[in-house]
């Protein structure tokens, strides 16, 4: 039964075109009805991943083809979520390796790469965007395997099979000479180089959980490939948790994927990735199996976080106006309920009762949580992230991350400078043609906290940066990340024209007239070192020779625009986030003025 199953992983970097390939490649394959409207970015479901163009969650998926059905894993292109991808490979045979052929792999590509490396899969190279050509596509093609070398591939892995393809066109070919036609090579490859699940059906029940969802009617759904034996809606079978304890339930609903539908089935066999529900219990990693011969499968393990946060309750003087969810059970209720599906979060009281440590795997990983939850209505404030440290052989280490930086050339001085105030060290630097140049680094975690806002302003918004987690190193030596002192609201009202206008030479502002503000809330950077107290709300003295609505046609300068990515990453160690559903604010940790 299982030489009709393929398993595939689809790895790429973030915006390489991997969620529009599967578009095309369900398209063609009969996913939806001749007429249906066919949604772009079928894969990105949730709302922020549509909105940011990448893909947070692994999604299943999976088409037939011939008479073989195979499934299709969607993984994260970004290492913050790193602990999707490692999840995920472990249900898989084999992969396509996605890869923009104009810019070749890139740091995420590494980081998700050498993960399926180690599983043993050998990867089916995807050259993409093939229409778009500005370069020799070979290029890219060599740069792929000095990747595959340098991560240490065997000769068979390296021996890859290789398609260029237009996912936005849906075709692809074996060779460039090749008239273009439909995605059917690309199929044909799955089939060829991709193994079988080697499942036994005839041993005892073996399912390891991998994914966890909720349904408000089913509770629970646990996704994960069946290893052995066979599974059927409404038997009974046990749960092997984490401690080795043995927790007995019964199958309440068996669902199989065929294209994006979940379908009910009434019994599945080794190979095949399902979904069940009746395990209240189960987490991510481990295995339902028959409750006469209950086997356990490896647990799996998942990289650890490398950056953490404080997250408490709103304490601001506008705390509770805007919020739906803003006492501290609700914050901890929510917060463990994205531990049942967020593998690579932990959390933790922290020294108050309405605080709680959370750790994750970057800073993206911690902004899409703080997003998500503000989008549910949640009302709470954050510190700024911090790396973790560990003690290792005894010596103190600390993160580091590999960073590729693709940049304007006339900016490369100016980064290498910035990123040498950092501790990073360049390894690499190379010229990509059409006036641009791409640098690697290898830096300090803390280094690249809020180095992102840096990086903007020197290369005019048109750098393109990446990194992805290295390993733990000895600590390095301070890093320099100065920055200017911030502007104070001395006062609770709203700002006027009037206020802002007359002190604008001090700084930048981060609010416009209007604004409600409140005293200790940061409405701008100085342009000094040290903070400044500011009053935002003064009003004019109106005589007799003035009225209130005869301004002189002046103009304010354009406000910073501080959404919650920029807020983290600019925030110091004695200042706050505060985060509501209507807006993200900056305050001073304690409301009395914090003098640095």
């Not at 059906?201 to 290893?227: A, F, M």
């Not at 599945?268 to 069940?276: C, D, E, F, L, M």
């Amino acid at each position: 039964m299982t030489a009709h199953i393929r398993n595939v992983a689809i790895i790429a970097h973030v915006d390489h075109g991997k969620t529009t390939l599967v578009d095309a490649l369900l398209q063609q394959a009969g996913a939806f009805r001749q007429g249906e409207e066919v949604p772009t970015c079928v894969m990105d479901s949730n709302d922020l991943e549509r909105e940011r163009g990448i893909t947070i969650l692994s999604k299943n998926t999976a088409v037939r083809y011939k008479d073989y059905l195979i499934n299709i894993v969607d993984t994260p292109g970004h290492a913050d979520f790193g602990g999707e991808v490692e999840r995920v490979l472990g249900m898989v045979e084999g992969c396509l390796l996605i890869v923009d052929v104009n810019e070749g792999p890139m740091p995420q590509t590494r980081f998700v790469l050498k993960k399926a490396l180690e599983k043993g899969l050998r990867p089916i190279v995807v050259l993409n965007k093939i229409d778009r050509l500005r370069t020799d596509p070979h290029v890219a093609l060599n740069k792929v395997l000095d990747l595959f070398l340098e991560l240490g591939a065997d000769d068979d892995q390296c021996e890859f099979p290789y398609l260029f393809a237009s996912g936005m066109a849906g075709h692809a070919r074996l060779k460039l000479e090749e008239e273009p036609v439909d995605m059917q090579p690309l199929f044909e490859s799955l089939l060829h180089h991709v193994p079988p699940p080697a499942g036994d059906e005839n041993k005892p029940l073996q399912l390891q959980v991998t994914t966890l969802d909720y349904s408000d009617y089913l509770g629970r759904i646990v996704i994960g490939k069946i290893h052995n034996g066979k599974i059927t809606s409404g038997q009974q079978a046990a749960l092997i948790n984490a401690e080795g304890k043995i927790i007995r339930s019964k199958i309440s609903k068996l669902l199989g994927f065929e294209g994006l539908k979940r379908v009910e089935l009434e019994a599945a066999s080794a190979g095949y990735i399902v979904a069940v529900a009746g395990f209240s219990d189960a987490n991510i990693g481990e295995t339902i199996t028959c409750p006469e011969n209950p086997m356990a499968l490896p647990l799996i393990k998942v990289d650890e976080p490398t950056l953490q946060m404080t997250f408490s309750v709103n304490d601001s003087p506008f705390a509770g106006q805007e919020g739906k969810f803003v006492t501290s059970r609700q914050v901890r209720e929510r917060l463990l309920r994205e531990l049942e599906t967020n593998v690579a979060l932990r959390v933790e009281e922290a020294e108050t009762t309405d605080s709680f440590m959370v750790s994750g795997r970057g800073e993206l990983h911690l902004g899409i949580l703080i997003e998500t939850m503000r989008r549910e209505g949640f009302e709470f404030q954050v510190s700024q992230p911090q790396v973790i440290y560990r003690q290792i052989d005894g010596q103190p280490c600390e993160p580091y991350e590999y960073l590729v930086l693709d940049v304007p050339d006339e900016a490369v001085g100016s980064c290498i400078e910035k990123l040498g105030q950092r501790r990073g060290e360049m390894q690499d630097m190379q010229a990509g043609g059409h006036g641009r140049t791409q640098l690697e680094f290898i830096i300090p975690a803390r280094g690249l906290v809020g180095f992102r806002g840096d990086f903007l302003r020197l290369t005019r918004g048109e750098g393109i940066m990446s990194h992805s987690f290295l390993d733990y190193r000895p600590l390095a030596g301070s890093v320099e990340t100065r920055r200017n002192g911030v502007l104070i609201s001395m006062e609770e009202g709203e700002a006027t024209f009037y206020a802002l206008k007359n002190t604008e030479d001090r700084g930048a502002f981060f609010i416009s007239p209007g604004t409600r503000v409140y005293k200790g809330m940061i409405v701008g950077e100085h342009n000094r070192p040290q903070d400044l107290e500011l009053n935002v709300c003064k009003t004019k003295q109106l005589t007799n020779m003035r009225s209130a609505g005869a301004e002189e046609l002046t103009q304010l300068q354009t406000p910073v625009d501080m959404n919650l990515e920029r807020a983290l990453e600019y925030i110091g160690p004695d200042e706050l986030v505060e985060v509501t559903p209507k807006s993200v604010r900056l305050r001073k940790l304690n409301k009395k003025l914090a003098r640095r």
